[in-house]
Nanobody, 122 residues
Framework: QVQLVESGGGLVQPGGSLRLSCVASGSYFTIYSMGWYRQAPGKQREPVAA???????NYADSVKGRFTISKDSVKNTVYLQMNNLKPEDTAVYYC????????????????WGQGTQVTVSS
């Protein structure tokens, strides 16, 4: 079994920065990609950014130039550096991963963390 645990959310003023982290833990797995989604009150969950095992990244248009996703493959950790935050970035941010459990030969992109709240407000 693989678990994702996020950290780093909080309250920040507009224009401020936060860094989110997500660690994947478990045994006998390999990560194909990791990413971040967010869900604001009353809205659907939406993709924010993702990074593949090879280092390719993609971003939602709304965060390009402000957010940076990175990874530490040794630590099975993905980061989301969020700069110049805006009130519309307020949401619960969820970590997501595409993982293969190689002892079971099963692959799934349905691994999720518990979510971390990001609130941007003055």
């Amino acid at each position: 079994q693989v678990q994702l645990v996020e950290s780093g959310g909080g309250l920040v003023q507009p224009g401020g920065s936060l860094r989110l982290s997500c660690v994947a833990s478990g045994s006998y797995f390999t990560i194909y990609s990791m990413g971040w989604y967010r869900q604001a009150p009353g809205k659907q969950r939406e993709p924010v950014a993702a990074v593949t095992s090879g280092g390719s990244t993609n971003y939602a248009d709304s965060v390009k130039g402000r957010f940076t996703i990175s990874k530490d493959s040794v630590k099975n950790t993905v980061y989301l550096q969020m700069n110049n935050l805006k009130p519309e970035d307020t949401a619960v941010y969820y970590c997501n991963a595409d993982i293969m459990i190689y002892t079971l030969l099963t692959r799934s992109n349905d691994y999720w963390g518990q979510g971390t709240q990001v609130t941007v407000s003055s």
